[in-house]
Nanobody, 120 residues
């Protein structure tokens, strides 16, 4: 069983910063990628940033403002969000591609979601 535990989001003023973290625990025989998605009201869930094999990928809307990083030893992924905008308001979800068994395929795991609200 794999669990993803996200840190709390919060209310941030425009231009402010916030860091999210997500810890993957349980039985994992390998992690292929870790990332963050978000879903705003009335919109589909979208990729924010991911890290795979040391390579990072960002959506165009957050490039230059958000930074994703991973602590391999702690199975933790971070999302540093700077210069936040009201358009960044959404529920943020952690995603991990992990192996539940040594010879299994990779499976997508999701965190419970954490609300980030950018407003003055």
């Amino acid at each position: 069983q794999v669990q993803l535990v996200e840190s709390a989001g919060g209310l941030v003023q425009p231009g402010g910063s916030l860091t999210l973290s997500c810890v993957a625990s349980g039985t994992i025989f390998g992690i292929n990628a870790m990332g963050w998605y978000r879903q705003a009201p009335g919109k589909e869930r979208e990729l924010v940033a991911s890290i795979r094999g040391g390579r990072t990928n960002y959506s165009d809307s957050v490039k230059g403002r958000f930074t994703i990083s991973r602590d391999y030893a702690k199975n933790t992924v971070y999302l540093q969000m700077n210069n936040l905008e009201p358009e960044d308001t959404a529920v943020y979800y952690c995603n991990v591609e992990g192996k539940p068994r040594i010879f299994s395929d990779y499976v997508d795991y999701w965190g419970q979601g954490t609300q980030v609200t950018v407003s003055s």
